[in-house]
């Protein structure tokens, strides 16, 4: 199977990852502002009617819906959600000592792994911003787990290939690890109103941009790797470029993102 195949049989989830969270915001708003049992009655004092109210089956069929809408939110949110692990997610003491060490000990792993693996690793790609306050560098520390889970699976793409064939390219070359900055990018965050929801109060999304150069078959093994529940990786832009020659590895520039679901507090 070849990346070309792999991106055509899965072009629609590659797509549908990167709009469905935004997709069941919208809908569950729509339901609840239609079918929330705490307000089914609908007033027509404005008409010079008295109060109407839904009958019992009209409400039952409503509470259905809402039950089926729940579950299906469930099941996309465990789809497509990364859950980050507890390492960048909890620390005690200041965030940015934290920080500090978290990212240091990362990259001096990217580094080793690439050296056992005889991987180029180009050290100055691996970066990523050091912010000021706290809820900024719980930000930068949840796309340092998306960036150390995207050079594990990497790599683990390359040993997948070279186990069944020792004489494979593999994965050549990490030339870039970034965890993109927020600053500039369009916030997800939507005017409240009465019957509306705050995309940022119930998502928030964080990218890695990489660039590698390898094989065909490592490039599709780490493609097919991406989609795993509770911790996928969602394409959110990808540019492969063929090699100049025959036998070359192929460079690909690349960006994921991790989708993390804020939980609500118990009311």
Same mark, same amino acid.
């Given at each position: ?24 915001? @919208? ?9 929330? +049992?705490?307000?089914?009655? =609908? ?8 109060? &109407? ?8 069929? &409503? /509470? ?18 990364? *859950?980050?692990?507890?390492?960048? &997610? ?28 005889? @991987?180029? =690793?180009? *050290? ?6 050091? +912010? ?26 390359? %040993? ?34 009465? %019957? ?14 990489? &660039?590698?150069?390898?094989? *065909? ?8 790797? $991406? ?15 063929? +090699? ?11 960006? $994921? ?5 804020? /939980?609500?507090?118990?009311?």
């Amino acid at each position: 199977m070849d990346v070309g195949a792999f991106v055509q049989e899965n072009k629609r989830w590659l797509i549908g990852c990167a709009i469905g969270g935004i997709a069941w915001l @919208v809908a569950g708003s729509v339901i609840e502002s239609l079918f929330d +049992p705490a307000d089914h009655r =609908v007033s027509m004092r404005g008409l010079g009617m008295p109060e &109407a109210a839904y009958d019992s089956a009209a409400l039952t069929s &409503a /509470q259905e819906a809402r039950s089926k809408l729940e579950a299906e939110r469930q099941r996309l949110e465990q789809e497509i959600a990364f *859950e980050v692990a507890d390492k960048y &997610a909890n620390w005690s003491g200041p965030a940015d000592t934290h920080l500090f060490e978290v990212g240091r000990n990362l990259k001096r792993s990217i580094v080793d792994r690439g050296s056992l693996s005889d @991987v180029l =690793v180009e *050290e100055a790609g691996i970066d990523w911003a050091r +912010p000021a306050g706290v809820d900024e560098i719980r930000k930068v520390l949840i796309g340092l787990d998306l960036m150390d889970e995207i050079q594990q699976r990497l790599f683990a793409a390359h %040993d997948q290939v070279r186990g069944k064939d020792e004489d494979a390219l593999g994965l050549v070359a990490l030339n870039m690890l970034k965890v993109e900055s927020q600053r500039g990018r369009p916030s997800m965050r939507r005017s409240r109103r009465g %019957d509306g929801v705050e995309i940022g109060d119930l998502l928030q999304q964080q990218r890695v941009t990489l &660039a590698f150069d390898a094989d *065909e078959p490592t490039i599709t093994a780490f493609l097919e790797s $991406l989609r795993q529940p509770g911790r996928t990786l969602v394409v959110d832009q990808w540019t492969l470029t063929a +090699p100049p020659r025959p036998g070359d590895p192929c460079s690909v520039k690349a960006t $994921l993102a991790g989708i993390t679901f804020v /939980q609500k507090e118990e009311e």
